[in-house]
């Protein structure tokens, strides 16, 4: 394969992303594309699909995402706004093969800047072979996105029945239990602590690196967590957790996003540290699977987002808005059966992201393989 050496301004031209403040975004289907990626929709495109930005600023920077359709580029991005004739698609997954973090020109604030991206030398093929490379690359991305859609559908029969059963009351037998001071008979009202810990104590071994979890690893979907985002730390902050616990966001808008997690991707009696900016739930009295599930809900997360102080913009969740919240506790045999059920989902999903592991692993040894032309197409 034959390719041109030349630099970045020779492939595409780039532009900073465009202001959009949480007042101004309204109900829409066109997702607004950030420094990590894409974190919400508004109703109007400022940019035309398919497209390509680069993460600007934040811990983010340098991330590149690739945009099927029309999009809003956010200010925390860079985008492009010419490929020059180049195909989009190899343009993402090349700027991806480039450390374009080192390039930060900003000062307490890590930022790139535009006309640092273009004097970066690279070398790439005509656009023929340009295509070739990404429909390679974009076959296993696509049954990337396949195994994804196939996590958000357990997931949310999970999350279907978690409601039938716990929160409309209407599990098997229904039809028969009593409803006696908001709750069915047999079941029994506790407080929040008294059968799930918020920020529970988890030892860490400081003598090693461990796991690190950002706030972007949490998925606004639910139970996976962005292995890509995972650091390996010598850290340990006040924030740990081990396999079975969920990851609340305590920020806005993250919380008001969506942004939970069960955790699942660590060796067996591992423990893990991460960002202070989401809180860990553990159950003492129902299971791992039910602390999840409740804390999808649009009860406690409300509950949690009316107790939210702070900046504007920045505000945080306090731990104590959980006292007083009351969890209704159903029979063992209800608990059981959900178990059941929700364990299966569970280890189906567990399945089906080490699939996404390896297929991206396979990807990303291919990719410059492909783009140095060790590998022919």
Not at 46 to 58: K, L, N
Not at 98 to 103: C, E, K, R, V
Not at 201 to 222: C, E, N, Q, W
Not at 274 to 286: A, D, W, Y
């Amino acid at each position: 394969m034959k390719s041109r050496s030349k630099t970045i301004g020779d492939l595409v031209s780039l532009q900073r992303g465009h202001d959009l403040t949480e007042n101004e975004r309204k109900e829409g289907i066109v997702p607004i594309i950030g420094s990590a990626g894409q974190h919400g929709l508004h109703n109007v495109a400022r940019a035309r699909g398919p497209g390509v930005t680069v993460g600007r600023s934040g811990g983010s920077i340098g991330k590149v995402t690739f945009v099927e359709q029309d999009y809003w580029p956010h200010n925390t991005c860079i985008y492009v706004t010419d490929f020059k004739g180049n195909d989009p698609r190899f343009v993402a997954y090349l700027l991806g093969t480039i450390n374009l973090a080192q390039l930060n020109s900003g000062a307490a604030q890590p930022s790139l800047n535009r006309n640092f991206i273009y004097k970066v030398p690279i070398s790439f093929p005509d656009t023929p072979i340009q295509s070739r490379i990404a429909a390679m690359l974009a076959a296993y991305d696509d049954l990337i996105e396949n195994n994804r859609r196939r996590i958000r559908l357990l997931e949310e029969a999970a999350q279907m029945l978690f409601r039938e059963w716990f929160i409309r009351f209407r599990f098997p037998g229904h039809e028969h239990v009593t409803v006696m001071d908001g709750v069915p008979e047999g079941w029994k009202k506790h407080r929040f602590g008294e059968i799930i810990d918020v920020n529970p104590f988890t030892p860490i071994d400081k003598s090693r690196s461990v796991t690190y979890v950002p706030m972007a690893a949490l998925s606004t979907s639910g139970m996976s967590i962005d292995n890509d985002l995972l650091e390996e730390r010598n850290k340990a902050t006040t924030v740990r957790f081990t396999n079975g616990d969920t990851l609340l966001a305590r920020i806005t808008p993250s919380l008001e996003n969506g942004k939970t997690a069960f955790v699942n991707f660590l060796r067996d009696g591992e423990s893990a540290c991460g960002s202070t900016e989401f809180i860990v739930l553990r159950g003492t009295q129902v299971s791992s699977f039910f602390v999840y599930c409740l804390a999808r809900t649009e009860r406690l997360r409300g509950t949690a987002i009316k107790s939210m102080t702070g900046a504007s913009g920045r505000q945080r969740v306090q731990e104590s808005c959980f006292n007083d919240f009351i969890v209704p506790k159903p029979p063992t045999h209800l608990l059981d059966a959900f178990d059941d059920f929700a364990s299966s989902v569970f280890r189906e999903i567990r399945l089906l992201t080490s699939t996404i592991d390896r297929l991206r692993t396979a990807r990303d040894l291919l990719l410059p393989k492909l783009m140095s032309g060790e590998v022919e197409v």
